[in-house]
């Protein structure tokens, strides 16, 4: 009978003894952990204005890597929204809009500068810069944050680390994963293992159902 012990849960850190547990079974649940959880992510910036010293495409590409706190219960991936719309709609992205400019010394852009249409759903930190502003240069943009898997970027990784090592008897397994923020590492183990479950119920019907 499979067992699991949790050893250490400090919100953004997790760490999980398996044992009876088949190794190719916790190495999945692994990789499930990085690559197959749905994180959010800004990845679409429409550019207003910009006099930075930064051009849009690395200003997109700071935006896209700052974590983002996720709700997957209240927020669904593209793919599986019918509101057909290229930038979303309040069920599968949100909005944030930034509308920065440079006062009298050179000020620094944080992510905390960053407002989002949902108060839930915002940077992780606050202390992340983005861009620095000298007198007279501005930012001014909308960015839409959307839900992703680590498999398409790594921008959408709920983990930054998930580990798995020999426990002290045979047949017993250490996952240790370690949350980017946006998801308590506790609930990107729970929420990996649901959609390896899925995947696996998925594979059983399509074998019976080509064995018929």
């Known amino acids: 009978m499979a067992k699991v012990k949790v050893l250490e849960d400090t919100g953004n850190y997790v760490s999980l003894q398996l044992d009876g547990v088949d190794r190719s079974y916790a190495n999945a649940v692994r990789r499930f952990c990085l690559s197959e959880v749905p994180s959010m992510a800004i990845d679409d910036v429409v550019i207003l204005e910009n006099s930075s010293v930064l051009y849009d495409e690395i200003l997109a590409h700071r935006l896209g890597m700052v974590p983002i706190r996720t709700d997957l219960e209240r927020y669904i991936l593209p793919e599986a929204c019918d509101c057909g719309s290229p930038l979303g709609c309040h069920k599968c992205r949100v909005l944030f809009v930034l509308d920065a400019k440079g006062k009298d010394k050179v000020s620094t852009v944080h992510s905390g500068d960053l407002v989002s249409e949902d108060r839930e759903i915002r940077p992780v930190s606050e202390a992340i810069p983005l861009v620095k502003l000298a007198q007279g240069q501005s930012v001014k943009l909308e960015a839409y944050a959307r839900l992703g898997r680590g498999k398409e970027h790594a921008k959408w990784q709920p983990s930054s680390v998930s580990v798995l090592t020999d426990g002290k008897s045979e047949g017993s ?40």
């Open 173 to 212: 397994f250490i996952l240790s994963v370690e949350s980017a923020g946006g998801l308590p590492a506790k609930k990107i183990v729970l929420k990996a293992i649901q959609l390896l479950e899925e995947k696996l119920k998925e594979m059983q019907v399509s074998i019976e159902a080509a064995a018929k």
